[in-house]
Nanobody
């Protein structure tokens, strides 16, 4: 059974950092992506990691990085210099499978 489980969300002050994790089971060595959905807004793509490297939305470029630990079958989203507008539920996605999401709140 293919499954993705996110973790690592929480409350952080503006300018702070958080690292999200996405543990995959049932599949490996596939492209994986992060998305987010803020209240009353459509879900938006944040970034992806493939065998060719990583790509990011302009809104997070230079602040967020994506990495992958193949031994643990886990993808990470390192978020630095967080802003209130980064507040959202963050989801990981791979091969059409979505995780349950993890809440990130950036507020003082």
């Amino acid at each position: 059974q293919k499954q993705l489980v996110e973790s690592g969300g929480g409350l952080v002050q503006p300018g702070g950092s958080l690292r999200l994790s996405c543990a995959a089971s049932g599949f490996s060595n596939v492209a994986m992506s992060w998305y987010r959905q803020a209240p009353e807004k459509a879900r938006e793509w944040v970034g992806s990691i493939t065998t060719g490297g990583t790509k990011f939305a302009d809104s997070v470029k230079g602040r967020f990085t994506i990495s992958k630990d193949n031994a643990k079958n886990t993808m990470y989203l390192q978020m630095n210099s967080l802003r209130p507008e980064d507040t959202a539920v963050y989801y990981c996605m791979a091969v059409g499978v979505w995780g349950q999401g993890t809440q990130v709140t950036v507020s003082s």
